[in-house]
């Protein structure tokens, strides 16, 4: 009995990291926005303000950015966006649950800048990942529990 809650667990653990669960408990996206928006002065006194970057980009996380930079100068900061990106669905999602999608991918393609929207304080953007991406990570999640369901079977004949 010990070993099959051990290997539920790991099963679990497994899971859990496929499929991108946070650690935070499940808190509700807009609480942590309840707060006013923070400035922060950078050197040679540049307005900066804060904005979280998520999903398929090679380095998300929070910025502190100049007030005057866009998408664009965000992902090229956070090192671009992964092979796995969707650039034709970017989500901003502004304090006042507002979410404006942007379609960086139109933009490569016509150099229309009026299709960019401009960063505020606390905006949280999203890069999704392409049907393939998340096609192999539902694959993986099931590759993943055959694994542990072969190997409960496995100790369960010993």
């Known amino acids: 009995m010990r070993l ?10 497994v899971l859990c990291h496929q499929v991108g669960y946070s ?17 922060v002065l950078g050197s040679s006194d540049v307005l900066l303000i804060s904005v979280n970057l998520w999903g398929h980009i090679r380095k998300p996380g929070i910025y502190n950015v100049p007030s005057n930079f866009g998408i664009i100068d965000l992902l090229s900061s956070a090192g671009g966006p992964l092979k796995t990106a969707r650039l034709n669905d ?12 942007v379609n960086i991918e ?14 505020q304080p606390g905006d949280v953007v999203i890069v999704s990942g392409s049907i393939s991406d998340i096609f ?4 993986g999640t099931i590759r993943d529990f055959a694994i542990i369901v072969n190997v409960i079977l496995l100790a369960s004949r010993i």
């Open 4 to 13: 099959k809650t051990v290997f539920f667990t790991l099963f679990m653990v």
């Open 23 to 39: 650690q935070d408990g499940g808190e509700s996206f807009g609480s942590q926005y309840d707060r006013a928006a923070q400035y």
């Open 90 to 101: 970017v989500r901003i999602i502004r304090k006042n649950e507002e979410v404006i999608t």
């Open 106 to 119: 139109e933009y490569i393609k016509t150099g229309n800048r009026d299709l960019l929207v401009s960063l």
């Open 136 to 139: 192999g990570r539902i694959v």
